[in-house]
């Protein structure tokens, strides 16, 4: 099992920025694959980024290319999502997940792991 808790959402003023972190626990040495989603009101999980392992490779949403950045600390089993130049369409519940695959997959249902999600709201 692998525990996943996300910290650092928060209201926010379009153009803002904001870093999410989504720390590890458990049997770490399973994860590969960390992504990142977000959910808002009425509409389905869409994946935002994800990381390999060893941070090399990464993949984001067009929505978020250039103003989101994903990085993670596996000595500190953390992941991170630096959000910058937030806008009102970001507001979601902002999840992180962890899939051991060893590719990065934008389908939800393919990670195994997830954790309680954070609330990022942008107001305009």
């Known amino acids: 099992q692998v525990q996943l808790v996300e910290s650092g959402g928060g209201l926010v003023q379009a153009g803002g920025s904001l870093r999410l972190s989504c720390a590890a626990s458990?049997?770490?040495?399973?994860?590969?694959?960390m992504g990142w989603f977000r959910q808002a009101p009425g509409k389905e999980r869409e994946f935002v980024a994800g990381?390999?392992?060893?941070?090399?490779?990464?993949s984001y949403a067009d929505s978020v290319k250039g103003r989101f950045t994903i990085s993670r600390d596996n000595a500190k089993n953390t992941v991170y999502l630096q959000m910058n130049s937030l806008k009102p369409e970001d507001t979601a519940v902002y999840y992180c997940?962890?899939?051991?695959?060893?590719?990065?997959?934008?389908?939800?249902?393919?990670?195994?792991?997830w954790g309680q999600g954070t609330q990022v709201t942008v107001s305009s």
């Open positions: 997940a962890a899939d051991p695959s060893g590719r990065i997959e934008v389908r939800a249902p393919l990670y195994d792991y």
């Open positions: 990381i390999t392992w060893s941070g090399s490779i990464t």
């Open positions: 458990g049997r770490t040495f399973s994860m590969n694959v």
